[in-house]
């Protein structure tokens, strides 16, 4: 399989692709929502596509991830099938895609924690419509680890348990509603955050030679990522072997949380590690 093909596959499983092909002429397309809290992008859901929020499995930075039903009728012994459908929810992710949704189907064995997409097809305007891309042939297996978005479709389709981020009535509920949106969470600060649940990670973002030095840096990445940063705080901790470095260390997250948040830190120029 040519770079190329492989860097678009991956693209469209981590919300990092550069889609082949000129750009298309503009064209009339649904506004994006105001921000990426989970009630905004419901509000967005129901006003502005034909995507059911009942559908969707992932709210990522700049992207919302559906399974269409039914799943599509492939064999394949062990391997789980699903038809993928993606929604570009921000400028900044419809320039990188070149496009505004995409179609792929997805075959994952879960047991190896693995996955291969092919038929991707990558479409100028939201809900599918707009000039087409070309469909890709089937990738290579992709391991889906930490920080890769791939790693949270997997799990939406080989947990029998799992529920999507608008399975809540009380979450959907809350769509027919603008809410006031919650400012950054400075350090030392505690905004009001849903029930966690999941394992606890914390995130590392860099090593600093001053603790102001890292409190700056954690300043830049809330502007940055407001609603990934939003009630969480860094810890400090000595790095090396003479301790003159300071690693700060953001968090806590739970579950899924911490591959996302630096899945989306990566994408904007910065670094970071999930522990």
């Known amino acids: ?7 678009m596959v991956l693209g469209l499983l981590t919300g990092m692709a550069v889609a082949p092909g000129a750009r298309a002429a503009p064209q009339a397309f649904p506004t994006f929502p105001l921000s990426e809290t989970t009630p905004q992008i419901g509000r967005w ?32 012994g062990n391997l789980v099938w699903r038809q993928v459908r993606e929604e570009v929810t921000d400028v ?38 707009g000039d087409g891309g070309r469909s890709v042939p089937a990738s290579d297996w992709l391991t889906a680890n930490p920080g890769l978005y791939l790693m949270d479709l997997a799990k939406a389709a080989c947990d029998r348990d799992f529920r999507g981020p608008f399975a809540n009535a009380g979450v959907l509920a809350t769509t027919t509603s603008t809410p006031s949106p919650a400012p950054p969470a400075l350090r030392g600060e505690a905004a009001p955050r849903p029930a966690a649940s999941g394992p606890e990670h914390w995130v590392q973002v860099g090593a600093f030679v001053s603790p102001a030095a890292a409190n700056q840096r954690w300043r830049e990445i809330q502007r940055l990522l407001p609603a990934q940063t939003a009630g969480h705080t860094i810890r400090l901790e000595p790095a090396g072997r003479d301790g003159k470095l300071l690693r700060a260390i953001a968090g806590p997250y739970h579950g899924t949380e ?8 990566k994408f904007r120029g910065g670094d970071c590690l999930v522990r």
């Open 92 to 129: 900044v992710m419809a320039s990188r895609l070149n496009g505004r949704s995409a179609t792929a189907t997805l075959a994952f064995d879960c047991a190896r924690n693995s996955a291969t997409a092919s038929n991707v097809v990558v479409y100028a305007g939201n809900n599918l419509k």
């Open 45 to 76: 859901l129901a006003t502005q596509t034909d995507l059911p929020p009942a559908s969707v499995v992932l709210v990522a930075p700049g992207y919302v991830f559906s399974y269409a039903a039914p799943d599509p009728a492939q064999g394949g």
């Open 1 to 7: 399989m040519s770079l190329g093909v492989r860097a």
């Open 258 to 265: 911490a591959g996302a948040f630096c899945a989306a830190l």
